[in-house]
């Protein structure tokens, strides 16, 4: 495996010194926001799209500081029922995967979005229970009408770039679990796959490690982000898991984000990547921090000198003991 950093978190740098100040941490791959919500800070895909010159001195600042990019991200809501929103993270997710594509780039990161329950809706509505019974025909109409048509065309689109499409499970999409990845791969095709970020599984009450499993064994996971979460154990009782209330109430919220360590011993970060060692994941681990308790900085040293300790980086070989 390789370790990388999601680049978003340095934003406020430009693309140079943030790859200097990654290759110095010792890190092998970058993975680079292309639009939606990470923004495009570094990379404008339909700037290098449009200037092969362009596009090649990008490629060669990334590789001359001996680093890959393990995905370009464009997470954002392409069926959003208010059509500005909807078609401009649309066309961030197809330049994306035109770019991902000259770059030869595997993995295009994203959402799979969320519609609202009737073509004049306006804003996104994420049915989260099966009774009132009104949540199961939203659902279904969703996913008949919006989802499954949508990332079947984008499938499509990427493997004609040979491109991979990791959706991030996250609370709030149509896409958001092992189950619900599955049955959009089924419908759409296998260039459908996960992000998968344990921190969205914790909140959820599933097992990362169960997760790995569950979407390992179907080859399922394209892309792996390693941020971690804690729940508060006494505003969850108060809250719930889907806790409304801003990430900045770090003091009353039910659960939180936190660098990789310090929502979960490394112990069990050691069981999440013996478990993607064991369905056969060999790419890249990469951090996303968003603990509001750390610098950046800070934030991000510790999530590496961390995950250093438990990478499994080295090819197994043979079973000499066998």
């Given at each position: 495996m390789?370790l990388?950093?999601?680049s978003?978190?340095?934003?406020q740098?430009?693309?140079?010194e943030t790859?200097?100040y990654?290759?110095?941490?010792?890190?092998?791959?970058?993975?680079?926001?292309t639009?939606?919500?990470?923004?495009?800070?570094h990379?404008?895909?339909?700037?290098?799209?449009?200037?092969e010159n362009?596009l090649?001195?990008?490629?060669?600042?990334?590789e001359?500081?001996g680093?890959?990019i393990?995905?370009?991200?464009?997470h954002?809501n392409?069926?959003?029922?208010?059509k500005?929103?909807?078609?401009?993270?649309d066309?961030?997710?197809?330049?994306?995967?035109?770019?991902?594509g000259?770059l030869?780039?595997?993995?295009?990161?994203?959402f799979?979005?969320?519609?609202?329950?009737?073509?004049?809706?306006?804003?996104?509505n994420?049915?989260?229970?099966?009774?009132?019974?009104?949540?199961?025909?939203?659902?279904?109409?969703?996913?008949?009408?919006?989802?499954?048509?949508?990332?079947?065309?984008?499938?499509?689109?990427?493997?004609?770039?040979?491109?991979?499409?990791?959706?991030?499970l996250?609370?709030?999409?149509?896409?958001?679990?092992?189950?619900?990845?599955l049955?959009l791969?089924?419908?759409?095709?296998?260039?459908?796959?996960?992000?998968?970020?344990?921190?969205?599984?914790?909140?959820q009450?599933?097992?990362?490690?169960?997760?790995v499993q569950?979407?390992g064994r179907?080859?399922?996971?394209?892309?792996f982000?390693?941020?971690?979460t804690?729940i508060d154990?006494v505003?969850?009782?108060r809250?719930?898991?889907?806790?409304m209330q801003s990430?900045?109430?770090m003091?009353?919220?039910?659960?939180?984000?936190?660098?990789?360590?310090?929502?979960?011993?490394l112990?069990?970060?050691?069981?999440?990547?013996?478990?993607?060692?064991?369905v056969?994941?060999?790419y890249?681990?990469?951090?996303?921090?968003?603990?509001?308790?750390?610098?950046?900085?800070?934030?991000?040293?510790?999530?590496?000198a961390n995950?250093k300790?438990v990478?499994?980086?080295?090819?197994?070989?043979?079973?000499?003991?066998?």
């Open positions: 390789k990388g950093v999601f978003v978190l340095f934003a740098k430009s693309l140079e790859l200097d990654i290759a110095a941490q010792g890190l092998d791959a970058i993975e680079i926001g639009g939606g919500y990470p923004g495009n800070s990379c404008d895909p339909d700037e290098l799209l449009a200037d362009k090649k001195a990008f490629k060669e600042a990334v001359s500081r680093l890959i393990s995905a370009l991200s464009c954002g392409p069926l959003h029922p208010q500005a929103i909807s078609e401009k993270d066309a961030s997710i197809r330049s994306t995967i035109k770019l991902a000259k030869g780039v595997s993995v295009v990161n994203t799979s979005g969320c519609p609202g329950d009737h073509e004049d809706a306006k804003y996104p994420w049915p989260v229970a099966p009774w009132p019974n009104d949540f199961q025909e939203i659902l279904d109409w969703q996913w008949e009408n919006k989802v499954i048509p949508y990332w079947t065309e984008i499938a499509k689109l990427a493997d004609e770039n040979n491109v991979k499409i990791g959706l991030e996250h609370g709030g999409f149509s896409v958001h679990t092992p189950a619900t990845l049955r791969r089924e419908a759409a095709g296998d260039a459908i796959g996960a992000n998968l970020d344990p921190s969205h599984m914790w909140w009450g599933i097992d990362p490690v169960q997760a569950i979407l179907a080859n399922a996971i394209h892309h982000h390693a941020k971690d804690s154990p505003n969850v009782h809250h719930g898991v889907t806790d990430y900045t109430l003091l009353d919220r039910a659960w939180q984000f936190r660098t990789v360590g310090f929502g979960h011993d112990k069990t970060w050691a069981d999440i990547l013996s478990a993607l060692r064991l056969g994941y060999d890249v681990v990469s951090i996303e921090h968003e603990d509001g308790l750390m610098s950046i900085e800070e934030g991000f040293t510790k999530a590496v995950l300790q990478m499994i980086r080295e090819p197994l070989g043979e079973m000499w003991w066998v």
